[in-house]
DNA sequence: AGGTTGACCACGG
DNA sequence: GCCGTGGCCAACC
């Protein structure tokens, strides 16, 4: 079952995550099933274009991964980033190239 | 209140 | 492709 955006925002406020990380963080939830967007991208959508470097750190604490899909956010020179949860970036690339949305 | 730490970016060399 | 440098911003100590 999927997880809905406001169950999501539940939790994350109960975790007592601040409003960046869970703009970040629902954002990150509309990224489609076989799309990346870039930590870049993912900045200027919540509205702070240049918080790009702060974004990672926020997904760096996704506690919900992977329903909140954090794998699908990679560096804006095509390379994969990193990824935090377990499996590590190795899982992100496997979990991305079965999506489709990476060679 | 100030310094440090990152799942970053752009530009060079 | 690699590495260094300066810039950026929120969280953390």
Known sequence: MALTRDRALSIL???????????????????????????????????????YRAVGTALRNNPLAPQIPCHRVVRSDGSIGSYSAPGGTRKKRSMLMAEGAIK
């Open 13 to 51: 406020k109960s975790k007592g995550m601040t409003d960046f990380q869970i703009k970040v963080l629902l954002a990150t939830m509309r990224i489609p099933k076989g799309e990346v967007v870039t930590y870049k991208e993912l900045a200027r959508m919540i509205g702070r274009p240049k918080a």
